[in-house]
Nanobody, 122 residues
Framework: QVQLKESGGGLVQPGGSLTLSCTTH????????MAWYRQVPGQERELIAS???????NYAEAVKGRFNISRDNAKSTLYLQMNSLKLEDTAVYYC????????????????WGQGTQVTVSS
């Protein structure tokens, strides 16, 4: 059974830092691209960072230079280091294992964690 679980959210002041973790079970973690999304109530979930199995990263403009996505394949864990946090970073943050074609196999489903709340407030 595939499980993704985020942790590390909380309340932080503007300018502060947080590191989110996403532990995974039931997937061959090293081969998959992984991603972090966030969602504000009333808005669509937005992609903020992604990382391939080989470690290539991409970031949304809103977080580029402030956030860092990384992975520990030995621990099957995804991370999001968030620095210089702003009020507008307040959201629920989700990790995702996207569907796709990996090593000759088609994986037809997206898998999501349950989310972790990040609140940036003074």
């Amino acid at each position: 059974q595939v499980q993704l679980k985020e942790s590390g959210g909380g309340l932080v002041q503007p300018g502060g830092s947080l590191t989110l973790s996403c532990t995974t079970h039931g997937i061959v973690f090293p081969i998959f691209d992984m991603a972090w999304y966030r969602q504000v109530p009333g808005q669509e979930r937005e992609l903020i960072a992604s990382i391939t199995g080989s470690g290539t990263t991409n970031y949304a403009e809103a977080v580029k230079g402030r956030f860092n996505i990384s992975r520990d394949n030995a621990k099957s864990t995804l991370y999001l280091q968030m620095n210089s946090l702003k009020l507008e970073d307040t959201a629920v943050y989700y990790c995702k294992r996207p569907k796709g074609y990996y090593q000759g196999v088609t994986y037809a489903l997206d898998y999501w964690g349950q989310g972790t709340q990040v609140t940036v407030s003074s």
